[in-house]
């Protein structure tokens, strides 16, 4: 089946198509492609989008620059997998073709209806005066491969700038709604809600969070791609703030991406809620999604990224390509907090099992035969620490720390920028686990079942493949090591 929305639509996928082959040998021979995460064949991947288990399989969307490794022109490029591990890439599914999406097919989220997906986005236009103009739009597929646009469904209401986007549809009882993010006329950052009987025509219902609302007082200038679920009884959404500044261990990245807890009342259109929680505390994390599969799991994607934040100093740009995907996580909610652990499929990738039931480092550094690896997965657990850190180093390239008198979790890593080192925080009382998954370059370490997370892009001498234990005092733990397949060529 063939769906053209337009003759430019048709001359926009075949030049990413020709772009997709003029530079696949560049793109495959950098030494940094991932062997086990979602990448772009060529240019700039941002956003998940689109995320949802249709028909039996999983479906990625991605927002995607194909012609160039910075933030442009954006179309959604599209991944699908039976099993979360091995993905496959599909032909791109939204182009920026029409009038109403002409500078980018934006952010949004997908939808099973009457055996159909629905897919929401938003389009974004830059008049001829330079001013931005944004519309939430539709479009629809019977296979989950080929869409037939219907346009416009939602236009900027009263009270919001222009910054107005990132759509995420779900139902609620016979009720279809959806949330955007958004910025007020005062520059405030918001989220907003909409209601539909028919996925067409929709009811702007107010704003349901944001800054100087529900007692949070101010809070960035933008809230993009907010997501909102039930899960373990109550309700959750994640929203990535634009505007936070520093504050201690917290909102040290360019941009933020967090949750808060609460209770939605669809009667009184109100969302009480608790207190904004850091999701990720690396240094490469923004703008997750979530889906809910046919197992009943919340499972989440994330970028493994933060927009505008040394994105040119990337090595990867100089083989025609930047950024790539977390790994899938499963989301639980544990005394108010979300968990993310890693789905169960991950563990397809495992090979060549290596155990140590008792490592002690006291006083030393050491490296553990076979524990090594351009990509690997490791567990540490019964560990026990007495009063001095432990530190493991990456790759020559990257250091996580755990102190147990300042109850503080560190990642340090090489800036990509300029020659120091640089660091990201977190208060973790008690330290008992480690769940670390490495690739040739990323790094995201699960600590206590996922109480914390750290993800983020490491780069360094792609030869170094050495994991090294020390501590000044006396450290003791059982590891588990596992060398993980190549899942992408």
Same mark, same amino acid.
């Given at each position: 089946?063939?769906?053209?929305?337009?003759?430019?639509?048709?001359?926009?996928?075949?030049?990413?198509?020709?772009?997709?082959?003029?530079?696949?040998?560049?793109?495959?021979?950098?030494?940094?492609?991932?062997?086990?995460?979602?990448?772009?064949?060529?240019?700039?991947?941002?956003?998940?989008?689109?995320?949802?288990?249709?028909?039996?399989?999983?479906?990625?969307?991605?927002?995607?620059?194909?012609?160039?490794?910075?933030?442009?022109?954006?179309?959604?490029?599209?991944?699908?997998?039976?099993?979360?591990?091995?993905?496959?890439?599909?032909?791109?599914?939204?182009?920026?073709?029409?009038?109403?999406?002409?500078?980018?097919?934006?952010?949004?989220?997908?939808?099973?209806?009457?055996?159909?997906?629905?897919?929401?986005?938003?389009?974004?236009?830059?008049?001829?005066?330079?001013?931005?103009?944004?519309?939430?739009?539709?479009?629809?597929?019977?296979?989950?491969?080929?869409?037939?646009?219907?346009?416009?469904?939602?236009?900027?209401?009263?009270?919001?700038?222009?910054?107005?986007?990132?759509?995420?549809?779900?139902?609620?009882?016979?009720?279809?709604?959806?949330?955007?993010?958004?910025?007020?006329?005062?520059?405030?950052?918001?989220?907003?809600?909409?209601?539909?009987?028919?996925?067409?025509?929709?009811?702007?219902?107010?704003?349901?969070?944001?800054?100087?609302?529900?007692?949070?007082?101010?809070?960035?200038?933008?809230?993009?791609?907010?997501?909102?679920?039930?899960?373990?009884?109550?309700?959750?959404?994640?929203?990535?703030?634009?505007?936070?500044?520093?504050?201690?261990?917290?909102?040290?990245?360019?941009?933020?991406?967090?949750?808060?807890?609460?209770?939605?009342?669809?009667?009184?259109?109100?969302?009480?809620?608790?207190?904004?929680?850091?999701?990720?505390?690396?240094?490469?994390?923004?703008?997750?999604?979530?889906?809910?599969?046919?197992?009943?799991?919340?499972?989440?994607?994330?970028?493994?990224?933060?927009?505008?934040?040394?994105?040119?100093?990337? #090595?990867?740009? @100089?083989?025609?390509? *930047?950024?790539?995907? &977390?790994?899938?996580?499963?989301?639980? /909610?544990? %005394? $108010?907090?979300?968990?993310?652990?890693?789905?169960?499929?991950?563990?397809?990738?495992?090979?060549?099992?290596?155990?140590?039931?008792?490592?002690?480092?006291?006083?030393?550094?050491?490296?553990?035969?076979?524990?090594?690896?351009?990509?690997?997965?490791?567990?540490?657990?019964?560990?026990?620490?007495?009063?001095?850190?432990?530190?493991?180093?990456?790759?020559?390239?990257?250091?996580?720390?755990?102190?147990?008198?300042?109850?503080?979790?560190?990642?340090?890593?090489?800036?990509?920028?300029?020659?120091?080192?640089?660091?990201?925080?977190?208060?973790? #009382?008690?330290? @008992?686990?480690?769940? *670390?998954?490495?690739? &040739?370059?990323?790094?995201?370490?699960? /600590?206590? %079942? $996922?109480?914390?997370?750290?993800?983020?892009?490491?780069?360094?001498?792609?030869?170094?493949?050495?994991?090294?234990?020390?501590?000044?005092?006396?450290?003791?733990?059982?590891?588990?090591?596992?060398?993980?397949?190549?899942?992408?060529?």
């Amino acid at each position: 089946m063939i769906i053209v929305n337009s003759e430019r639509e048709k001359e926009l996928f075949s030049q990413v198509y020709d772009e997709i082959n003029k530079y696949k040998d560049i793109v495959c021979k950098d030494p940094f492609r991932l062997h086990y995460h979602i990448m772009p064949p060529v240019g700039l991947l941002n956003d998940p989008n689109g995320f949802i288990h249709f028909h039996g399989v999983y479906h990625l969307f991605y927002q995607w620059n194909p012609f160039d490794t910075k933030h442009g022109s954006k179309f959604w490029g599209h991944y699908t997998s039976a099993d979360l591990v091995h993905w496959e890439h599909q032909p791109p599914a939204l182009a920026p073709s029409e009038w109403y999406e002409k500078n980018g097919c934006y952010s949004g989220s997908a939808i099973e209806h009457e055996g159909k997906m629905f897919l929401f986005y938003t389009g974004n236009v830059k008049n001829r005066e330079g001013n931005r103009e944004s519309y939430q739009c539709l479009a629809i597929s019977q296979d989950g491969i080929h869409f037939k646009k219907k346009g416009p469904i939602i236009r900027l209401p009263q009270g919001y700038t222009a910054h107005f986007r990132d759509p995420k549809v779900w139902k609620k009882g016979e009720t279809w709604y959806l949330v955007i993010g958004a910025q007020s006329e005062k520059e405030e950052g918001r989220v907003v809600l909409y209601s539909s009987k028919d996925l067409y025509t929709w009811k702007y219902l107010g704003a349901l969070a944001g800054g100087n609302m529900n007692g949070l007082g101010e809070f960035g200038y933008m809230w993009e791609c907010p997501d909102l679920f039930e899960l373990d009884g109550q309700d959750v959404l994640i929203v990535s703030p634009q505007g936070l500044q520093p504050k201690g261990y917290s909102y040290n990245n360019l941009y933020q991406t967090g949750y808060f807890v609460g209770k939605m009342d669809y009667k009184n259109i109100n969302f009480e809620h608790g207190e904004f929680i850091e999701l990720d505390r690396g240094f490469d994390f923004y703008a997750p999604q979530t889906t809910l599969d046919e197992q009943g799991r919340r499972i989440l994607i994330g970028w493994m990224g933060v927009p505008e934040e040394n994105e040119a100093y990337h #090595p990867t740009i @100089h083989h025609r390509w *930047i950024h790539c995907m &977390t790994i899938p996580r499963q989301l639980k /909610l544990k %005394d $108010g907090r979300l968990y993310q652990k890693p789905v169960d499929e991950l563990q397809m990738l495992r090979e060549k099992e290596v155990t140590y039931p008792h490592v002690q480092i006291a006083g030393r550094a050491i490296k553990l035969e076979q524990v090594n690896g351009k990509a690997v997965e490791m567990i540490l657990d019964s560990m026990h620490f007495a009063t001095e850190s432990l530190e493991i180093s990456f790759k020559g390239h990257a250091r996580f720390i755990y102190d147990p008198v300042k109850k503080r979790a560190t990642l340090e890593r090489k800036s990509l920028k300029e020659d120091k080192i640089e660091s990201r925080h977190c208060e973790v #009382p008690s330290l @008992h686990k480690l769940h *670390i998954f490495l690739d &040739t370059s990323s790094a995201e370490i699960f /600590l206590n %079942d $996922g109480e914390e997370v750290f993800s983020s892009r490491i780069f360094g001498d792609v030869a170094d493949e050495s994991i090294v234990f020390s501590s000044k005092g006396k450290v003791t733990f059982r590891l588990k090591k596992w060398t993980l397949r190549k899942i992408f060529e």
